[in-house]
């Protein structure tokens, strides 16, 4: 997928308490803007994911792709945003959560992908470059993406509504209780193993520093290390944050849906999959912008927590490489918009 890709290489409560005492870091002030252009950037809800060595940000119409190669420097690429993703559709409630959640699991296989050539080149050694080289690497994420999608229906939806069958003479109700239950628990099982995996520590770290990027960003700090210092390695709009927002909603849909006939039960958890996934959405669109409102903080506390699991505290250089992505996605919507390049930063 390189070649269409444009290549601009250069050179628990006391995560709650931590994430609220960061809306007003200690120490710092808020950077003088008079700039049209840092204002526009600033309106723009930027987010993310850690990939190999690096962190990915999407902006307006790119995403920035920021990876730090073997020989300790940092790779800088543009990925286009799929254009069926950003069209009027966008706008409307819930169907831009079917959207995003659509594009983000492309995209972000995209970076991962390139991530992974970027930072292990050596494994790319002697394999074919150019249009077929391309295609089969856009061949290899479709692949990935339904097997992994596939995997997921099945392991969280389908597997727990089966199991719960076991529970059906007591109820209805309390079989769907019994499945939401057991959803929570896989998920959760399935989050705490992945963490203990030594090799997704450098990732979580990474992770961290994409947080801590975003929320100096968003509270108009310079984007530098000892800014970025000043936030925790959480952030409310996270991706793991969704995930969860999606198991306790999909909790309370499925809790009002009969289970007989049975083959109807099964197919309401895979094409009601959509809807859940919008109505978190929401929730994390809201929650992310409203947490001085007090139901939020305390809904969002779980959230939070959760992060303590899929983040750690990066070192300043995964903060230098978190930086460079958000400032490349900040100048990549500037040159679109015709504003100047990159975010002000002092010091």
């Known amino acids: 997928m390189t070649s269409n890709m444009q290549n601009t290489d250069e050179g628990a409560k006391s995560a709650l308490t931590a994430f609220q005492a960061s809306q007003t870091p200690a120490g710092a002030t808020e950077t003088s803007a008079p700039a049209a252009s840092q204002e526009k950037a600033k309106r723009v809800l930027y987010g993310g994911q850690a990939v190999i060595e690096g962190v990915m940000i999407r902006g307006r119409t790119q995403a920035a792709l920021a990876v730090r190669r073997p020989d300790g420097t940092i790779s800088l690429r543009a990925l286009p945003l799929e254009a069926w993703a950003n069209g ?47 295609a089969a690497m856009t061949a290899g994420l479709v692949v990935v ?94 991706g793991t944050s969704f995930l969860l927002t999606v198991v306790l909603v999909s909790v309370i849909v499925f809790m009002f849906v009969p289970r007989d006939p049975f083959w109807v ?58 930086i460079e992505a958000i400032n490349h996605a900040i100048a990549l919507d500037a040159r679109t918009a015709g504003v100047p390049d990159r975010a002000e930063s002092a010091g």
């Open 265 to 322: 039960t099964m197919l309401s958890r895979v094409i009601l999959i959509p809807a859940i996934a919008a109505l978190s959405y929401e929730f994390i669109r809201y929650s992310g912008t409203h947490l001085e409102v007090t139901w939020v903080r305390v809904v969002t506390w779980p959230n939070l927590l959760l992060q303590r699991m899929t983040t750690a505290q990066p070192d300043e250089q995964m903060m230098e490489v978190a």
């Open 145 to 238: 993406l339904i097997v992994g999608l596939t995997f997921g229906v099945a392991l969280f939806f389908v597997l727990p509504l089966f199991v719960s069958r076991l529970v059906e003479p007591a109820g209805d109700i309390w079989a769907n209780l019994a499945e939401g239950l057991l959803r929570l628990t896989i998920f959760l099982v399935y989050i705490w193993a992945i963490g203990r995996m030594k090799e997704m520590r450098r990732v979580f770290g990474y992770h961290g520093a994409e947080h801590m990027a975003v929320s100096a960003h968003e509270h108009g700090q310079p984007l530098i290390a000892s800014s970025l210092k000043q936030f925790p390695t959480a952030h409310p709009r996270c």
């Open 88 to 134: 009027k559709a966008r706008a409307y409630p819930l169907i831009r959560g079917v959207l995003v959640l659509l594009e983000t699991l492309i995209v972000g296989m995209k970076a991962l992908a390139i991530s992974a050539e970027v930072a292990a080149p050596e494994m790319q050694a002697g394999k074919p470059a150019g249009k077929s080289s391309s």
